[in-house]
């Protein structure tokens, strides 16, 4: 996409231009409300079109204090395997696990905020890799802040993506809105 | 409340909602943790 112009006074603005504006920087691709589901499928976000993503995880919360267990998808099929791998900023690397933990919620009232950034979700030569950063607090009781940075084991084209919460079958609150990054 | 599994299919627009199976839950549950960060 061509860079655009510095428009004068009285400029007529052209569908180029228009193009290059509505589809520059950090494109709108889904938005997702939880609603007090259990498990959320997002399928189809990955596409040829971007090949880095920002997942804006706004006021996540659920039923019982845990992480937030994020896992990709291939064409609607999770994959459960041992294929992940995340490091926090309070300890050693974990390896071999089925699923990363990106975010964290104590509790229904109390919200964690993060944006997941996903590199490369479909490349098979890289595999698939997530950043996180995000806070989580319960009420006056604790609170902390925490990076979490995870890849792929296995280089699979990945689509998509499952969130679950580490406290198992509980409902989860929150928003997920996708954005994809244009390459040029 | 029943646990629910929502779907997002981008391509297609369409959004799907589903009561899990007793046998999803059970997984759900089985990798459950009470696991709480903490500073090393």
Request: hydrophobic letters at 35%; glycine letters at 8%; one cysteine or more.
């Amino acid at each position: 996409m061509a860079v655009l112009p510095t428009f004068t006074t009285g400029q007529v603005l052209t569908s180029a231009a228009a193009n290059s504006m509505a589809n520059s920087g950090w494109t709108y691709v889904t938005s997702v409300d939880f609603a007090g589901a259990t498990a959320v499928n997002v399928d189809g976000c990955f596409t040829s079109t971007y090949d880095t993503y920002q997942v804006v995880v706004n006021g996540y919360r659920a039923a019982s204090a845990g992480y937030l267990y994020v896992q990709t998808r291939a064409s609607a099929v999770t994959d459960t395997g041992t294929n992940y791998v995340y490091n926090e900023s309070f300890g050693s690397a974990n390896i071999n696990e089925t699923s990363w933990r990106l975010a964290y919620a104590y509790n229904t009232t109390d919200r964690t905020n993060t944006i997941i950034t996903i590199y490369n979700p479909l490349s098979t030569a890289t595999g698939t890799a997530a950043n996180s950063i995000y806070s989580a607090r319960n009420g006056t009781a604790a609170f902390f802040t925490n990076l979490t940075s995870g890849q792929k084991q296995t280089q699979t084209a990945d689509t998509g993506l499952r969130f679950t919460s580490s406290a198992g079958a509980v409902a989860m609150n929150g928003i997920v809105t996708i954005y994809g990054a244009r390459k040029s | 409340m029943t646990p629910t599994e929502l779907t997002v299919n981008v391509e297609t627009g369409e959004t799907t909602t589903r009561e899990l199976t007793p046998e999803e839950i059970a997984e759900l549950t089985a990798q459950a943790t009470d696991e709480t960060p903490s500073p090393a």
